[in-house]
């Protein structure tokens, strides 16, 4: 069975920084990428970003700039350096990783909230 265990998010005032982080745990052979989506109340589950095993990553254009997308491969582990956050940066952060022979899994998800 795959595991995968979200942590970072809370609460952070508007311009503030928070970084989250996914780490996957089970019988992993290789994962071939892993990325961030997010969804607010009443809204889509959109993609934050994607990076994959060689390190190409993309970003919605919301969040370019601000988001930083990078991975631990060693500890299987993928983070999200959120930067300059705006209060429509609140919602669930889902972690996702496609793991070889094994398919895709999503995370339970991390509520990051932007207030003052």
């Known amino acids: 069975q795959v595991q995968l265990v979200e942590s970072g998010g809370g609460l952070v005032q508007p311009g503030g920084s928070l970084r989250l982080s996914c780490a996957a745990s089970?019988?992993?052979?290789?994962?071939?990428?892993m990325g961030w989506y997010r969804q607010a109340p009443g809204t889509q589950r959109e993609l934050v970003a994607t990076?994959?095993?060689?390190?190409?990553?993309n970003y919605a254009d919301s969040m370019k700039g601000r988001f930083t997308i990078s991975r631990d491969n060693a500890k299987n582990t993928v983070y999200l350096q959120m930067n300059s956050l705006k209060p429509e940066d609140t919602a669930v952060y889902y972690c996702?990783?496609?793991?070889?022979?094994?398919?895709?899994?999503w995370g339970k998800g991390t509520l990051v909230t932007v207030s003052s």
């Open positions: 089970g019988t992993i052979f290789s994962i071939n990428a």
């Open positions: 996702y990783v496609i793991i070889s022979f094994l398919g895709d899994y």
């Open positions: 990076i994959t095993s060689g390190g190409s990553t």
